[in-house]
């Protein structure tokens, strides 16, 4: 039987405290575990009835100097660094509180998040990962700042960032992490980064208020007034500067020469969260930033809707879970009814089944003649033997069970399938096995397009 990731939420409650970047205030976020299903979602408990905000990419509501999502006038901002962390880390359900506007800006990286989740643990959920497979490419080009961002397909989740700011200590960088599970020591620690010449404007916007040299990389590449960069240094608590000299002014150097670029790394991993599904495929960023981010990942959200079901993925190549061979002995079916011809996928709760259209069968001498279609009675009959080698695929002596109909309901079909067409079936468990009856959701795709799809409970009994 092939593995199948699972959800995964925390196994208990962590909480950390700091300053809110923009701010200023002393903040505390505490991220708890969270049922199947549930994704992420952001509870201000400062606020009367402790509303929640729901984390994904349409509750963005600004993207100036972080991301920031809203439900009505409930904000809350600075959120990707944690976003970041759950989310290469494997977490799909949690439930995030925070006292205030926005989460704390810790050292203005994500390593706190990850040394709290190791440090609490993982706790892997019943219900499976409903992984988005990208397979084609997806792409999103803003002309204005040559900004771009692409996906395309991969087996996992993976990134390459590359940034250019045109200046003499940040030129051109570029980052990639190919394994998630290296976030923690390769990426995590990357720390946000701002050029002295934005800080006037923020302050002037009433932003970063929380700001320092112990939470940012600070680049001081443009020579400027003295008098102009002691008023900065003033308004953030930080000490005076040689205004001739420049350099990179953070307390602590480097933690690695493209720190930044792995910083737009982890800002990507952040916003991609929003999307609310895990991703298998490879992103490509040029210059990016949680303005296009956050475009991208609504683009790749609508992708998704069209496409709730996705086709499973077929590789003729590769050897089937199930033959014909073993087919027949699991099920009683002999021709003309064997509507089943391999079974390449088997997980905890689901099948995914073949059945190839040959202009052959001896049905197409009737149906019909001149404009040859695979029966509708039939896609459902090889929908529920895929499903009924689900289950006998459980049991000890599966030559002795027979499955029968109970019950088939909301079938849709979608279009004509016709001689030449591979039938996939991936057929669910969509509630738990009864004194024999069982409830399936099953979907038959031609293709990337769904041809049938229906619900049906059927009993499987001894003969």
Not at 182 to 193: C, L, N, Q, V
Not at 269 to 291: C, E, F, S, V, Y
Request: glycine fraction near 8%.
């Amino acid at each position: 039987m092939e593995n199948s990731w699972k959800q995964s939420t925390l196994r208990e409650a962590f909480s950390l405290s700091g300053k809110g970047l923009h701010t200023g205030l002393q903040l505390t976020v505490t991220f708890n575990p969270a049922p199947e299903e549930h994704g992420y979602k952001i509870q201000r408990v400062d606020l009367e009835g402790q509303p929640i905000i729901d984390a994904v990419a349409e509750n963005v509501v600004d993207t100036s100097r972080g991301t920031v999502v809203a439900k009505g006038d409930v904000r809350c901002s600075t959120i990707e660094h944690g976003m970041a962390a759950l989310y290469a880390m494997g977490i799909d359900n949690c439930l995030i509180q925070v006292d205030g506007p926005e989460f704390p800006i810790l050292d203005g990286s994500a390593q706190e998040y990850v040394a709290a989740i190791e440090r609490v643990g993982i706790e892997e959920q019943e219900a499976e990962k409903d992984f988005y497979v990208i397979k084609k490419k997806v792409e999103f080009i803003d002309e204005k700042t040559g900004s771009c961002i692409a996906l395309l397909p991969d087996e996992e989740f993976s990134i390459t960032s590359m940034i250019n700011f045109n200046s003499r200590f940040l030129g051109a960088q570029f980052a990639t992490l190919d394994d998630m599970e290296k976030f923690g020591t390769e990426i995590a620690s990357a720390r946000t980064f701002v050029f002295v010449r934005e800080i006037q404007p923020l302050l002037a916007y009433g932003l970063i208020k929380g700001g320092d040299l112990d939470n940012a990389i600070v680049i001081y590449d443009q020579e400027m007034p003295q008098e102009q960069l002691d008023q900065m240094a003033d308004a953030l608590g930080v000490e005076h500067h040689d205004a001739s000299e420049l350099c990179y002014m953070q307390t602590q150097p480097l933690r690695w020469e493209n720190e930044p670029a792995r910083h737009k790394l982890l800002d990507i991993i952040g916003d991609m969260a929003l999307i609310g599904r895990p991703i298998k495929g490879r992103i490509i960023a040029t210059r990016p930033g949680h303005t296009i981010n956050n475009k991208f990942a609504r683009q790749v959200r609508k992708e998704i809707s069209k496409n709730i079901v996705q086709a499973p993925s077929y590789d003729p190549n590769k050897a089937p879970l199930m033959d014909n061979i073993r087919i027949k002995q699991l099920l009683p079916h002999r021709y003309p009814m064997q509507l089943v011809d391999k079974v390449i996928e088997l997980g905890k709760h689901h099948i995914v089944g073949v059945k190839n259209i040959t202009a052959n069968e001896a049905l197409f001498q009737g149906h019909f003649p001149q404009e040859p279609v695979f029966p509708g009675v039939l896609q459902i009959e090889a929908m529920a033997q895929v499903g009924g080698l689900f289950f006998l695929s459980t049991v000890e002596d599966p030559e002795n069970y027979s499955t029968y109909f109970l019950r088939i309901d909301d079938v849709k079909f979608r279009r004509k399938v016709v001689p030449g067409d591979t039938l996939i079936y991936r057929v669910d468990l969509i509630s738990a096995i009864r004194h024999g009856i069982a409830t399936m959701r099953g979907y038959g795709f031609v293709g990337e397009n769904i041809a049938i799809e229906a619900t049906f409970t059927a009993q499987v009994s001894k003969s």
